[in-house]
């Protein structure tokens, strides 16, 4: 990889697009802030000015990828609208798309172990990432009587855990497995299979 320079008074993004790098080639855990500061084109030194450690440098990370991912789930919403069934699988059609762009978010976001309530900040990125997914799955439901209807955060959750799973298994080009249809169709279908189960869409939609 190339050593990446930098511009006065931008060196804490530098940094993180550096961490961003290293995270996608060699997981989370796999570099160390002194391979962060070269990649930037730095001294290691200069690193704890601005991040107290690996961890607080992935978390930075973690929390651009929330809020660039609630922007780009809040867009599929809406693209959706006024149809509840179109907003609610453009936003699965989403997040696999997100998975695949920005791949060092994603993990940094998902899989390095950092803890969403590690900041204020992060918490409420992530928070609102969800809240997005909960809109959309509580509009699906509101034809259903309110004592019948399931809770929006109980379905909205277990798309999001199939949309991480079609991501994990079969849209990061894990070596040696290959999807037998591609990952944006497995979703959809899981997700209609899903819905028409709880009764969220008719049977022929």
């Known amino acids: 990889m190339s050593k ?3 511009h006065h008074g931008n060196l804490r993004q530098a940094l993180v697009d550096a961490a961003l790098e290293l995270i996608e080639a060699k997981g989370p855990t796999g570099f160390t802030l002194s391979e962060a500061a070269k990649q930037a084109g730095v001294t290691p ?15 930075e990370a973690a929390l651009q990828g929330y809020e660039m991912f609630s922007d780009l789930m809040e ?38 172990g950092i803890s969403i309530n590690r900041t204020p900040e992060l918490a409420a990125a992530a928070t609102r990432a969800n809240g997005v997914l909960e809109k959309a799955a509580g509009d699906l439901s509101q034809h ?6 399931p809770p929006a ?24 497995r290959a999807s037998p249809f ?17 009764g969220l869409v008719a049977p022929d939609s």
Not at 158 to 171: K, Q, R, T
Not at 185 to 191: F, K, N, V, Y
């Open 4 to 6: 990446r320079g930098y």
């Open 182 to 198: 591609p990952p944006e169709d497995l979703l959809e279908s899981g997700i209609g299979i899903y819905l028409r189960g709880l």
């Open 144 to 149: 259903i009587p309110a004592h019948k209807r």
């Open 75 to 112: 867009y599929a919403y809406q693209s959706g609208q006024p149809s509840a069934l179109a907003a609610f699988e453009a936003t699965g059609r989403a997040y696999l798309a997100f998975a695949r762009k920005h791949p060092g978010h994603y993990i940094a976001m998902f899989e390095s």
């Open 153 to 176: 955060s109980m379905f909205s959750a277990h798309i999001w855990a199939m949309s991480h799973g079609v991501v994990e298994l079969f849209a990061r080009n894990s070596p040696g």
């Open 45 to 59: 030194a200069a690193v704890y000015r601005h991040f107290e450690g690996r961890e607080d440098l992935i978390a």
